[in-house]
């Protein structure tokens, strides 16, 4: 009797179906429009003060739109500096062939992550001395300057040097020969506060004293040192914000951090959510779905299968709360988000079938789904939102 082989020892080289890749748009995936990334960096920077430059900030994965095509896109809508958060995504992109100065907003404290921080050209943030030592000594080994940014603490309780101590502490650190101070900076905590702008707001307060802490240490504006304070929510205040730079997440990606926005500026979302059908089926009146049976059909309902769940990065407290969009329509969401499906009611279509395209976020036709309202209905926002697309969902650039 023939024994059949496992399929690991059979020979599949003739069957040439076997060897392809798997399409990435098998299942579920996130597209990118890197065009409406560089349209928005141009946009954005059609509002800075005169002379100021613009960080694109790439954390995250590029906050989830894959690192890579973001800088591509941001350098050229003009992004002068990239900022990422962590060691690894500042050496990716080196990866990658980026060549503009990049800024690791994260803090790293020991000698060996310096080491190799200074060897692929990165600027680490500083928010003490102890660490401005250390970066000098790894200066002074390689007879070079060892590039950084200083980080004030005006209010955030973060990263940071004290605002009291700071002033002293600069003068200690202006002697250190061996570092160069490429920037110095703050980060501001509630510029997306709808009462941002009043005298009185904790954002103003985080302004004044940041503008109090640069005269007391003589700072000169005409100094190549970068001044920056503004996140997208604090570049889109004023003016008074910008400095000499800014640092762009959220509207870069198309969205505003603020409630109100000046009309004429018009962002475009990059990112898209999509998903195949993977089954259907028809249950009758009175038949729960998915765990804890929360929803119960009220009618015989033809149910879609969607291949994606909270694995994937979408949030399971947005059971019963969403909807989708399949040719300019929307469908309900139904019953609780599984880590791998999740149910959509589409009793009232008769062209959607196995294997049709459903848009979780993004546009189809004149229906959108944004992150904002994900992140209004899930009670969180919409960085959060953005950043939990996991590693499984596959990126494709469609421009």
């Known amino acids: 009797m023939q024994i059949r082989k496992s399929n690991q020892e059979f020979n599949f080289d003739k069957y040439s179906f076997f060897k392809q890749d798997i399409d990435p748009k098998q299942r579920a995936w996130i597209e990118v429009k890197g065009k409406a990334l560089e349209t928005n960096v141009r946009q954005l920077r059609t509002k800075l003060r005169k002379n100021c430059q613009f960080m694109a900030v790439v954390k995250a994965d590029g906050y989830g739109h894959d690192a890579k095509v973001v800088c591509d896109y941001a350098i050229k809508g003009g992004a002068s500096e990239l900022g ?19 800024l690791i907003l994260g803090n790293l404290y020991t000698k060996r992550d310096l080491i190799i921080s200074f060897k692929n050209d990165l600027m680490p943030t500083i928010s003490s001395i102890r660490e401005c030592l250390v970066c000098n000594n790894i200066g002074k080994h390689f007879g070079l300057k060892f590039s950084l940014h200083l980080k004030v603490d005006t209010g955030m309780s973060r990263l940071g040097f004290e605002s009291k101590k700071f002033i002293q502490q600069f003068e200690k650190i202006k002697s250190f020969e061996n570092i160069s101070i490429e920037g110095i900076y703050s980060h501001l905590s509630s510029a997306d506060e709808n009462n941002a702008l009043d005298s009185q707001s904790i954002t103003q307060s985080q302004r004044l004293k940041f503008n109090e802490l640069l005269k007391q240490i003589n700072f000169d504006r005409n100094n190549e040192i970068k001044i920056h304070l503004a996140n ?13 730079m800014v640092r762009v997440g959220l509207s870069m990606y198309g969205y505003s951090p603020l409630a109100k926005i000046d009309k004429n500026l018009l962002l475009k979302p990059a990112l898209s959510l999509k998903v195949k059908v993977a ?15 929360k929803f119960v059909s009220n009618r015989k309902t033809k149910l879609a299968v969607l291949s994606i769940g909270y694995a994937d990065g979408v949030p399971r407290n947005l059971s019963g709360k969403i909807k989708v969009i399949h040719n300019n329509k929307f469908y309900p969401q139904v019953g609780s988000i599984t880590m791998d499906q999740m149910m959509v009611d589409i009793t009232d279509s008769k062209e959607i079938k196995v294997g049709s395209i459903m848009v979780l976020l993004g546009s189809d036709g004149d229906k959108t789904i944004s992150p904002l309202e994900w992140s209004r209905k899930s009670n969180t926002i919409p960085w959060e939102i953005l950043c939990s697309f996991k590693n499984r969902l596959p990126k494709v650039q469609v421009d």
């Open 232 to 244: 997208s929510a604090g570049m889109l205040l004023s003016k008074d914000f910008h400095f000499h």
């Open 279 to 293: 089954f259907i089926r028809t249950i009758d009146k009175g038949v729960s779905v998915s765990y804890g049976g």
């Open 84 to 102: 990422v958060a962590t060691l690894e995504e500042g050496i990716k992109l080196r990866s990658f062939g980026v060549k503009k100065p990049i």
